[in-house]
């Protein structure tokens, strides 16, 4: 099948010579073609230039393919969530709305509340059951234009529960047309059974889960909330070197409540990529910058927790790549709109409008490994385009708390028209 996106007022390509995930003054670089067309064959992009180019170039193609007209919308490549939770039992409405009449973190635990809770509801639904409800925030992700996610563990802590959540993941990636990337996250918390024996926990999930993770092929990253009273660094380190030489890439949830050295840690791990990153230290900074360790932040979560937001713009100054997610999870950041998650970037990390692009393309492609893939609209790329209803880049962020995806294309199909999953 062949697609012809045509005389779109902007089409971001995003298009560049660099290899790795962009950084400084590369994340400004968004490379826009005015009244430009996107022709597709199959699920790849096959150019994207001016109409009147592509007929010359392409006229058979041209000539066969079904026509899509962008005029007064702008298009660019399907944007990707490098960081949730997805699969997860219940909601947690409740604690939110217990925060809001004056509870505190400690009293939402005291009355069950917290990760502990997920992992209870997690541990009790179905596969049937997470498999339903998760298939239906991809297709909210889908709406939003996100045409790829990551997906972690973590809230089962144990391994059946671990299993579940992953092939849960496996069998979405087979069945529902977003990509589903999954992480391992079997440290996300210390399962209460082994409170004070915390390092036999670490030895469990480096002794018997992550070898069966490996050995079933059921994940590519591995992550570790590294934070006091959860993970030290010294264990963290342990869990994700094992990992490595199992061939599963780390990730870190790192400096998030209380400066760890986490960022430090993911530097020297050679982990692709630390996460949260509130309170990270300069030196941290200056070590990812030095690594190219991708800064994943995730300003919804500092949003919903009224905590204080990772310093974006400095670590973008500093030469960090910087990509922008998410974390959808039932705790902290229960939204599924990375559009919203972008607005919220740029006016409480002082990222621009164009460096949040690049966050939630091509940097975010890269946090997942799959930058040669996915991230810009580039001959021989995957073929996941959104068309947005705005006349331009700029009024993405300006018309806040919006959702302006009209159009989702994945792997050349037409999979969202005029907002409505097909
Ligand atoms: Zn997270």
Known sequence: MTLLIKNANEVITLKSVLQGPRIKEQMREIAVVEKGSVLVAGSQI?????????????????????????????VMPGLVDCHTHLVHGGTREQEFNMRLNG?????????????????????????????????????????????????????????????????????????HVVDVISTFMGAHAVPRDFKGREDEFVDVIINDMLPKVSALELAEFNDVFCEKGVFTPAQSRRILEAGKALGLTPKIHADEIEPYNGAELAADVGAISAEHLLVASDEGIQNMAEAGT??????????????????????????????????????????????????????????????????????????????????????????????LDVANYKQLQYFYGMNHTDTVIKKGQVVVRHGIVL
């Open 294 to 387: 991708i800064a994943v932040l995730l300003p919804g979560t500092a949003f919903f927790l009224r905590a204080p937001f990772a310093r974006g713009r400095l670590m973008i100054d500093e030469g960090v790549p910087v990509a922008i997610s998410t974390d959808f999870n039932p705790g902290s950041s229960p939204t599924m709109s990375l559009p919203f998650i972008m607005n919220l970037a740029c006016m409480h990390m002082g990222l621009t409008l164009e460096e949040v692009i690049t966050a939630t393309t091509i940097n975010a492609a890269h946090a997942l490994n799959r930058g040669h893939q996915i991230g810009t609209l580039e001959a021989g790329k995957q073929a996941d385009v959104i068309i």
């Open 103 to 175: 509870s505190t973190y400690m009293d939402i635990m005291n009355a069950g509340g917290g990760i502990h809770a997920t992992t209870k509801r997690t541990r009790e639904t179905s596969f049937e059951a997470l498999y339903k409800k998760t298939m239906h925030h991809l297709d909210v992700f889908l709406k939003h234009g996100v045409t790829t996610v990551e997906a972690k563990s973590g809230y089962g802590l144990d391994w059946e529960t671990e299993k579940k959540q992953l092939e849960v993941a496996k069998k979405l990636q087979d069945t």
């Open 46 to 74: 096959v150019a994207v230039g001016a109409y009147e180019q592509l007929v010359i170039d392409f006229p058979h193609l041209v000539q066969e393919a079904e026509v899509i007209d962008a005029s007064g919308k702008i």
